[in-house]
C-alpha cells in the first residue's frame, strides 16, 4: 500500500508544511508579516504564506498548515532550504570566530 497521509494543524512562522489545495506537494512556507498583507475573510483573520520557491497561499482559522506527514516534499523548497541552513551555519561559525578576535 502507497498511502500518503499528513498529519494535524500546525503553528509557526516557517515550516515545512501542506496547506490543503495548494499542490501535491509539501512546501516550506514562511509567513508574510501581517504588516505587508492583512485582511479579513468570512470574519477571520487571513494569513499569507510564500513558500522558498516561490507558491504563495493564504491560510485561516478554518483552513490552516498541516503536518506533511509522508507527503513527498517539493525539490525546490529543499534546495533553497539547504542553502538557507548552510549559510547560516557558515554565518554562525563567522560569528564566533569574530567574538575570538583579540580587539
Known sequence: ??????????TGKAAWALIPFIGD?????????DSRVA?????????????LCG????TYKG????DPGNWPRCLRCERARKKQVSE?????????????LPF
Request: hydrophobic content about 40%.
Open 88 to 100: 547560516g551555519s557558515s554565518l554562525q561559525k563567522l560569528r564566533s570566530a569574530a567574538e575570538k
Open 63 to 66: 483552513v490552516g498548515l498541516l
Open 39 to 51: 485582511f479579513i475573510h468570512a470574519g477571520e483573520r487571513v494569513q499569507v504564506w510564500k513558500s
Open 25 to 33: 506537494r509539501a512546501h516550506y512556507w514562511r509567513a508574510v508579516p
Open 1 to 10: 500500500m502507497n498511502n500518503i497521509i499528513s498529519g494535524g494543524p500546525l
Open 55 to 58: 507558491q504563495s497561499a493564504t
